[in-house]
């Protein structure tokens, strides 16, 4: 019998297989519910129940997925009929059986849908997971009611929280499937198990019915308490995780559609939250972020083995990062000692791992089989892809390069870790520039997931896309940069963190200031930060560019008086903060606070006080002008790629959606009302971007620029 399409849309279609009426979702690329497969779902189900024929429904996603979840896109927009919760609810109304076989991701509204079916069946390949928590949201078709009566209270309400996605054997040890198939045609699988079903004479089974939940209804609020006050700490501000246990409880207080009610109240409440508007912009970034111009345009290069020039942290984190994503790595260093270290140095990763029983012995050797270690350069003659990480200064990788340059195999990528340094100059010492690219990982390179791959001015693009494939290839998030002092993030953060040194000169203690950026939903102040990447580090940047400051630029001398005295940080045991024996977390430091006040007395200042509100004002408008600068002068292609920069390498928080979204949620106009009251006092400083100056008085924002 050929298939039938439901009226009005071709992303849902019907199919009479005997008595069962198969319904496929076909909505590419992951068959996500917007209106036209909402609509279909619902006609399907009730052209099966007015059908004397049809005996049963079948569901199936056509194509890599079940179904991803609701669509994403719509959120935001005016809601279009029918909701999903209605066609949830049509699922589990209908008195004919209804089958969700299941390939691929089930998510979200994805999941929803199947556990308003009445059985379940998996393929091998299938991931479940009720993610919402990730955007801002909670599950809001009838998740938080259905997940407790099909696996219980603590494992639904973990599930939720954590987002995460769960394997098809590991939801069928919890209930959330009745059975597992093997193979990979679904709509057979599926079509054997309604058939084995309806021989059985079984009828439908509603999971609104199972009582699991009210069996120990004491039991269940307790649990539900304890939940609550673990994710009140653990969840820092964030607004749905709670919201998913309200919605929870509410199903053990009031009757089922009482609680659906309840939990679509709470679920439009998510949908109007700021969180919810920049989590959703931080998804849809990460994924528009690897749309580049010469991604597009050229074929990557091939890449299987790869060179490391340094075995220091930097150098070994990479190797232990290109080894993990399966490729082989040659290391060089410039003698025994070095190479010797530098092996240990990846090796004391995997020994970390197999310490903790997250690997074993010989899975560790089977890795450590695609090492080689060498002193000469010319063990690096067959590799597809050299990485420079060695001492961060020109000469030094000038003279590295040129060796890269006699050494490697015609068509090789050659690339260099630098933080700051002139690429253009550094592929100007090889006679092959169009072959030399920055690939700009951040400590330690085998755990932060930002790549910034920097495009020098002669380049090709295949060695663009190459970079690109190799980040995906190593679980990166790859942003493109052009070449500045700094990039997109190190440039940024430069600016935003003397904003913060001049608050402290002028009377916030950087504890305030941690405190204050912690609130914001940073993990930590910069001052931490400091502490913890090591006050050396940022010393020797401030002496590399004193020659070109400018001179009537304001300098705070604070910093340096505190790595004068060798307090570096934790590894030093002081920095900001004191580390007594090792400690990790720091205490403050009254030695620090008598510097700051020396300084201010040096400098002439009569200290004054802050609110955390201030401090926040000032810290962000600093970033957001910096980043507009670094848009309009093209070193990021978008906004976008400023966001992705930060919440993937500076502990931006997520849920913030990035400086350019956060700038966009405050109004532009604000942020730049508050540059312009800045500059009354440092007009050097605060100069307002020409690019933030523009889109304020066209009344545009930041995302408008977000396409390319
Ligand atoms: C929800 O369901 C709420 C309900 O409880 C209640 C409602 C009332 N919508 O990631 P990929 C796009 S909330 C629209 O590159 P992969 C994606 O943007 C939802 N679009 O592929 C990309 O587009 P493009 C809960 C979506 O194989 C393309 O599909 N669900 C959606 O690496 C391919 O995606 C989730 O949170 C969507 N729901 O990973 C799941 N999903 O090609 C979100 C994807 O233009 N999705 N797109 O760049 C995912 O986690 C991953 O996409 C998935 C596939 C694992 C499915």
Redesign the pocket.
């Known amino acids: 019998m050929s298939p039938s399409s439901v009226p009005g849309t071709a992303a849902v279609c019907t199919q009479h297989e005997g008595d069962i009426l198969v319904v496929t979702i076909d909505h590419p690329?992951?068959n996500?519910?917007n209106v036209d497969v909402r609509r279909g779902l619902l006609d399907a189900v009730q052209q099966a129940q007015a059908d004397a024929r049809v005996r049963a429904v079948l569901i199936v996603g056509a194509g890599?997925?079940f179904i991803?979840?609701?669509?994403?896109?719509e959120f935001g927009k005016p809601p279009l009929p029918p909701?999903?919760?209605e066609v949830c609810n049509g699922i589990e109304a209908c008195t004919k059986p209804v089958i969700a076989a299941i390939h691929g991701?089930a998510?979200?509204?994805?999941l929803?849908i199947a556990m308003s079916a009445h059985y379940r069946l998996a393929l091998g390949d299938a991931?479940l997971g009720?993610?919402?928590v990730?955007?801002g949201?909670?599950?809001?078709?009838g998740?938080t009611q259905r997940a407790p009566r099909l696996m219980g209270l603590r494992p639904a309400v973990e599930l939720m929280l954590s987002g995460r996605h769960m394997g098809a054997r590991e939801a069928l040890g919890a209930g959330l499937i009745d059975r597992l198939a093997e193979g990979s045609d679904v709509r057979a699988a599926g079509l054997a198990y309604v058939k084995e079903l309806l021989s059985a004479g079984v009828g439908v089974r509603r999971t609104r019915d199972l009582d699991t939940l009210f069996r120990d209804k004491a039991e269940s609020l307790a649990t539900l308490e304890a939940l609550r006050s673990e994710t009140a700490k653990k969840s820092r501000g964030l607004f749905s995780p709670l919201k998913v246990i309200e919605a929870v409880q509410a199903g053990l207080d009031l009757p089922f559609d009482e609680a659906l009610k309840f939990e679509r109240q709470l679920?439009l409440q998510c949908i109007d939250s700021p969180q919810r508007a920049g989590l959703i912009h931080a998804?849809?970034a990460e994924?528009?972020v690897v749309k580049v111009p010469e991604a597009q345009a050229a074929k990557p290069r091939a890449i299987a083995s790869v060179g490391v020039v340094g075995g220091g942290t930097m150098g070994a984190g990479i190797a232990v990062s290109a080894l993990d994503a399966g490729l082989s790595v040659t290391m060089v260093e410039r003698d025994d000692a070095s190479i010797a270290r530098g092996r240990a140095n990846v090796e004391k990763v995997y020994d970390g791992l197999v310490a903790k029983g997250r690997m074993t012995p010989e899975a560790k050797a089977a890795v450590m089989a695609r090492y080689t270690g060498s002193t000469q350069y010319e063990a690096l003659a067959p590799v597809d892809l050299v990485i420079e990480a060695v001492f961060e200064d020109l000469a030094v990788k000038q003279a590295v390069f040129a060796e890269l340059d006699r050494v490697c195999k015609p068509g090789a990528v050659l690339a260099t870790n630098t933080s700051y340094l002139d690429i253009d100059a550094i592929a100007a010492s090889t006679s092959r520039p169009q072959d030399v690219i920055g690939l700009h990982f951040f400590s330690p390179a085998n755990i932060m997931k930002l790549l910034e791959i920097v495009v020098p001015a002669k380049v090709s693009a295949d060695v663009v896309a190459t970079a690109f494939e190799l980040a995906r290839k190593l679980k990166k998030v790859a942003v493109r940069a052009g070449v500045c002092d700094g990039f997109i993030g190190n440039r940024i953060l430069a600016v935003y963190r003397a904003a913060a040194d001049h608050m402290m000169e002028d009377g916030a203690s950087p504890y305030e200031i941690d405190a204050a950026v912690r609130d914001f939903g940073y993990p930590m102040g910069p001052f931490q930060v400091s502490d913890l990447a090591g006050g050396d580090i940022g010393w020797a940047t401030r002496k590399r560019r004193a020659p070109t400051r400018d001179p009537k630029a304001r300098y705070v001398q604070i910093a340096d008086r505190i790595c004068e005295r060798g307090w570096f940080g934790q590894k030093t045991g002081r920095g900001y903060y004191l580390y007594p024996q090792g400690a990790r977390t720091g205490q403050p430091d009254p030695e620090v606070l008598a510097i700051i006040d020396a300084e201010r007395q040096r400098a002439g200042i009569t200290p004054r006080t802050f609110t955390p509100e201030e401090i926040m004002r000032r810290y962000m408008a600093a970033m957001v002008n910096e980043g507009a600068n670094v848009v309009a002068q093209g070193i990021a292609l978008r906004p976008l790629d400023v966001d992705v920069t930060f919440l993937y390498g500076y502990g931006f928080p997520r849920h913030r959606g990035g400086p350019m979204k956060y700038a966009d949620m405050v109004g532009l106009d604000k942020v730049l009302d508050d540059i312009r009251e800045f500059a009354k006092e440092d007009p050097l400083f605060w100069k307002p971007s020409p690019l933030l100056e523009r889109l304020v008085a066209e009344g545009k924002n930041f995302d408008s620029l977000n396409r390319l």
């Open positions: 690329p992951v996500a519910l890599r997925a991803a979840g609701a669509d994403i896109r909701s999903l919760p991701p998510l979200g509204g994805g929803e991931r009720l993610p919402e990730q955007l949201l909670l599950p809001g078709s998740g679920f998804f849809f994924r528009e």
